[in-house]
């Protein structure tokens, strides 16, 4: 078994296995697929030891720094024996309090922090404890794809069956895809997931999509879990909307909000689980057994995150907006077929036509070997994936403007 470097693809911990496990190796472990970004990760490594500057595009890992006013709170807390201890696994008061004001200025949506907020070890944490909490064996989870792995394994290591639902088509096909599904799979689904905006496709929807989605979820007795980590990284004007805003969402679903993304705290390990009261008690439950609580100290810094920092998330944001800009131009320069996204940290982009046959993983391998850029294969985040790749915005404008010079002298594209 060989393990991935730490740093690389995000997906990294969760497929990693091999087939050929130890005995000791429990059964639920062989449902978990062989490591897809292997030969990937050992090209990079055994690049980056022979000294080659590697533009490292394949991460959802933000590279910037957390903003200081959160360090120093964090510092200053760390140092009170009171915030040592063991805290609380739901997330201390206060933060929970002041998240509630957060989703009402920035979403208009109420919750009770009581009982519709808890606060997580980071929204994979919070999202795999869920589906522990919600799924078992026999149960079927709908996930949209291409997806993020995390929707498709937590409920598979819960046990439970996950069909893929494609997202390739626009939003009325994915709600017709899953309506079918609803009508032909026995036992019907339990549990279906969205993310929007969407990682890795960086695709976005309007407030009315989720309003259908509440409608099919009524109609056939499912749940959702939306998965929002880019929630606050929209640009160009665009809200992106809370799926709580939908009328009645709250009796169907819950929404996983990170501090990773839009503030840069992607080390600190926090994020929250809000909305439907059963849903969030179930996780609150489960995590009662599993943790106890995040480091205080750092719940506190996000009390700070979440009621000063507002200005330095929407910058944030647009240092990614700008990226995003840069790295597109280049790329339709360099004759690529490119769609700007107005939110994430990524850009989902078409293989040029003349090197599409060889597959997304061969791709990204040869844009490691001939041009020293990694870039995520799109094939990574399930069938529907392949034919693309995702371009992380991790770098700064320079390198990718670099990057784009390098794949386009490995890699010339006619016209
Ligand atoms: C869609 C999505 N959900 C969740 C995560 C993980 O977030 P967290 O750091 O809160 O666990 C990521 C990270 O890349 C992501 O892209």
Redesign the pocket.
């Known amino acids: 078994m060989s393990q991935p470097d730490q740093n690389d693809f ?2 990294s911990s969760e497929a990693l296995l091999s087939v050929d496990l130890p005995s000791v190796a429990a059964a639920r472990m062989h449902r978990l697929p062989p490591y897809l970004f292997g030969r990937i990760n050992a090209l990079k490594t055994a690049l980056r030891r022979k000294g080659v500057d590697v533009i490292d595009l394949g ?3 933000p590279s910037d720094p957390t903003p200081q006013p959160i360090v120093d709170k964090l510092r200053e807390a760390a140092g009170k024996k009171q915030n040592q201890r063991y805290s609380v696994s739901q997330g201390i008061y206060n933060l929970r309090r002041e998240l509630a004001y957060f989703y009402d200025q920035q979403w208009g949506v109420g919750l009770d922090p009581k009982t519709e907020i808890i606060a ?8 795999s404890h869920l589906c522990l909490a919600t799924l078992g064996p026999g149960d079927v989870a709908l996930t949209p794809t291409p997806s ?1 792995p ?2 498709v394994y937590a409920p598979v290591i819960a046990g439970a069956n996950v069909i893929g639902v494609s997202m390739m088509d626009g939003e009325e096909a994915l709600l017709r895809r899953i309506s079918d599904m609803c009508r032909t799979v026995s036992p019907q689904p339990k549990i279906v997931f969205l ?1 929007f905006p ?3 496709t960086a695709h976005t929807v309007e407030i009315g999509f989720f309003e259908e989605v509440v409608k099919l979820a009524k109609r056939f007795n499912f749940y959702v879990i939306h ?1 929002f ?2 929630g606050l990284t929209t640009f160009d004007g665009y809200q992106a909307p809370s799926f709580l805003q939908a009328p009645g969402a709250k009796d169907v679903g819950v929404e ?1 909000l ?4 839009g503030y840069n705290m ?1 080390g600190w ?3 929250f689980v809000v909305g439907n009261p059963d849903m969030v008690n179930l996780l609150a439950c489960i995590k009662g057994y599993y943790d106890y609580g995040i480091f205080q100290a750092v719940q506190i810094a996000t009390v700070i995150a979440l009621r000063h920092c507002e200005e330095d998330m929407r910058a944030q944001a647009q240092i990614y907006a700008q990226r995003r800009d840069t790295l597109c131009e280049s790329l339709e320069r360099a004759g690529w077929e490119v769609e700007r996204p107005r939110a ?1 940290m990524f850009a989902w982009v078409k293989i040029p036509e003349p090197y599409r046959e060889m597959g997304s993983i061969e791709f990204a391998m040869q844009c490691l070997q001939k041009a020293e850029v990694a870039v995520a294969p799109g094939r990574g985040f399930g069938e529907d994936g392949e034919g693309y790749l995702r371009f992380g915005l991790v770098e700064n404008e320079e390198r990718l403007r670099q990057a784009v010079r390098q794949l386009r002298r490995a890699f010339p594209v006619d016209g």
């Open positions: 995000e997906y991460m959802g890992n997580t070890i980071g929204s994979k944490e919070g999202i993020f995390i929707h993310n969407h990682n890795p998965d980590a880019y996983s990170t501090m990773s993304k992607a390990r926090i994020g994430t």
